[in-house]
């Protein structure tokens, strides 16, 4: 069992930054993936931000490629999404998201545990 904890989001204008923060626990094993993910009003949720927990490589949608990045505290217990450069269309409910087995662009295998969501409104 994992267990995901979200802080931050909020409101901010075109251009800002925010970041948001992922506090994870539980069983270790089933939380060598993690990500980021989002869903806009209307939309299906997508994978924004997606890396092995402790690995080189990390999937980035285009929509957020040089304005976002995914990062992790040394054992993965926190898992960071800085967002930069925020425009309107990044707006959006925000979830955080551990598992097993990298698979790029479709994030994990399988999920263990997701967070909360939060909410990201960046106004023109």
Do not use: H
């Not at 948001?20 to 069983?27: E, F, I, P, Q, R």
């Amino acid at each position: 069992q994992v267990r995901l904890v979200q802080s931050g989001g909020g409101s901010v204008q075109t251009g800002g930054s925010l970041r948001l923060s992922c506090a994870v626990s539980g069983d270790t094993s089933s939380r060598n993936c993690i990500g980021w993910f989002r869903q806009a009003p209307e939309k299906e949720r997508e994978a924004i931000a997606v890396k092995p927990a402790g690995g080189l490589y990390t999937y980035y949608a285009d929509s957020v490629k040089g304005r976002f990045t995914i990062s992790q505290d040394n054992d993965a217990s926190t898992i960071y999404l800085q967002m930069n450069s925020l425009k309107p269309e990044d707006t959006a409910m925000y979830y955080c998201a551990a598992g097993r087995g990298y698979i790029g662009s479709r994030g994990c295998i399988e999920y263990s545990g997701w967070g909360q969501g939060t909410q990201v409104t960046v106004s023109s």
